[in-house]
């Protein structure tokens, strides 16, 4: 009987140690790599790790694309990267810092190492965030003779207070993730999202006949993956950044990010108009144009659709985010350049906007 008891027990705690939840956290990370001052903002979601780095000189955040330990040593890496520019960062992580060194690359110029020291920052500027995500995956049952697979991924900062900031962003990350039903709990939407998700893909996919899968081979994997995630923030303002990847089959997926940036005194979302003036505003698709050859190295004067790019002018979007230093435009793949070339992240500095800023930007 005590053997029956022992056993029933050990059950038991085994049950509660595999359903307790991955570990899940957002921490932003401040210091210096070389001599610029450098910022994280970093979100961890189980064993999947991603978010923006940015520096103090030019304030141009950077997508991370990937956070791991690498292999045999007790190191961690981070990669991240906008167009042509690309940053690894490899060193010991602990709960509270990050150290080690970094190489900085871009195309057609020698990549430049430096040593990084940063620390997890209590700076009132950064606002403090839960985050929350459900992930999960569904495969077709054996005698169907398929191996694809339907995988589900979704992550959200969210806030623990109630305040006009709070509320602000729990309005914006329901209108990102399209939630419609402003009560419900947010990880429990996604935990729900996830069940439905799944199992309509399994229901279609059953509703054929195991020599049709099998003909069909890895064509039925679908991948849908959603983060919410903080890409930059100042003492007066906060950018959030909805970042979604699905794909379907074929060549490869699709993936686009939409930006929102909220003033955190008054929980306004801003538009084009809320930081610059008409003037300012027609002037923008020279200053694209000029920041573009800039960035991606272009020296003759011939137009932008005979440099690589899929359009002749560069349109300002509402797209946008707003710095320190500048206002920024993100561009999806095929918007104005190939799948190949990625997002396109322009940054139009302050300095070039001087007289048609609005109160309170570029001051």
């Known amino acids: 009987m005590k053997n029956i008891i022992a056993a029933i027990a050990f059950l038991l705690v085994a049950n509660l140690v595999m359903a307790q939840p991955a570990e899940s956290w957002y921490k932003i990370f401040t210091g210096k790599a070389g001599s610029l001052a450098a910022t994280i903002h970093l979100h961890k979601a189980g064993k999947n790790y991603s978010g923006y780095i940015w520096f103090a000189q030019n304030q141009w955040p950077m997508q991370i694309y990937t956070g791991e ?3 045999k040593t007790d190191s961690f890496m981070i990669s991240a990267g906008s167009g042509p520019v690309s940053i690894v960062l490899t060193g010991i992580m602990s709960d509270n810092s990050f150290t080690g060194n970094s190489q900085l690359m871009k195309e057609g110029s020698t990549s430049k190492s430096a040593a990084f020291q940063l620390q997890v ?6 606002t403090p965030f839960n985050y929350v995500f459900a992930e999960g995956n569904a495969k077709l049952p054996a005698q169907f003779k ?17 305040n006009l900031l709070d ?46 899968t099998a003909e069909l081979g890895l064509s039925l994997s679908f991948q849908q993956e ?20 699905e794909f379907s089959g074929g060549a490869h997926g699709n993936y686009s990010t939409t930006l929102a940036t909220i003033k955190k005194e008054t ?20 200053l694209l144009d000029q920041v573009a050859r800039l960035q ?5 004067k011939l137009p932008l659709d005979q440099n690589g790019f899929l359009v002749n002018k560069i349109a300002p979007s509402q797209n946008m985010y707003v710095t320190s230093s500048g206002i920024g435009f993100l561009y999806s793949p095929y918007e104005i350049k190939s799948f190949a070339d990625g997002e396109v992240n322009l940054l139009i500095p302050f300095t070039a906007l001087k007289g048609y800023l609005l109160p309170g930007f570029g001051q």
């Open 167 to 212: 509320e602000a962003v729990k309005k914006q990350v329901r209108e990102m993730l399209t939630i419609k039903v402003p009560a419900i709990e947010t990880g429990k939407w996604m935990t729900d999202e996830k069940n439905k998700m799944l199992a309509n893909w399994k229901k279609e996919n059953t509703k054929m006949t195991p020599a049709e």
């Open 226 to 245: 959603n983060r919410v995630m903080v890409m930059y923030e100042n003492e007066q303002l906060i950018n959030l950044a909805h970042v979604s990847y």
């Open 121 to 126: 920052s209590t700076e009132k500027i950064f």
């Open 69 to 71: 330990p690498v292999a």
């Open 296 to 300: 991606f190295g272009i020296k003759n």
């Open 267 to 286: 929980g306004k979302k801003l538009q084009l108009t809320d930081v610059l003036t008409a003037t300012g505003i027609k002037l923008l698709p020279t």
């Open 146 to 162: 398929n191996e694809s697979q339907a995988d589900y991924f979704s992550a959200a900062i969210w806030p623990s207070g109630k």
